[in-house]
């Protein structure tokens, strides 16, 4: 059972953008905080960005200022918009959300230098 789909992934330049969305089940979206990671091959998961209930956010240091979370309670999606890519943001990126500790499926980003 599909609880998580990340979609929006894709190939593009440096200094392009892309925004990725993560459509949710309605019983893992409400009142959960919603979080962005990714997987660089032969590197760690690293935490992206979160989004809370209510709309906080927080980056991760490599990111902020360049991409930005979003949440569309109607829709059950959480987005990530991301801008100023580099090379090194290539990865895989994974919705995930805390309280159930769900995880999507990942969606590819890869950028070109």
């Known amino acids: 059972q599909v609880q998580l789909v990340e979609s929006g992934g894709g190939l593009v330049q440096a200094g392009g953008s892309l925004r990725l969305s993560c459509a949710a089940s309605?019983?893992?979206?409400?009142?959960?905080?919603m979080r962005w990671y990714r997987q660089a091959p032969g590197k760690q998961r690293e935490l992206v960005a979160i989004?809370?209930?209510?709309?906080?956010?927080n980056y991760a240091d490599s990111v902020k200022g360049r991409f930005t979370i979003s949440r569309d309670n109607a829709k059950h999606t959480v987005y990530l918009q991301m801008n100023s890519l580099k090379p090194e943001d290539t990865a895989v990126y994974y919705c995930?959300?805390?309280?159930?500790?769900?995880w999507g499926q990942g969606t590819q980003v890869t950028v070109s230098s």
């Open positions: 995930n959300a805390l309280r159930g500790w769900y």
């Open positions: 309605g019983s893992i979206y409400s009142d959960n905080t």
């Open positions: 989004i809370t209930s209510s709309g906080s956010t």
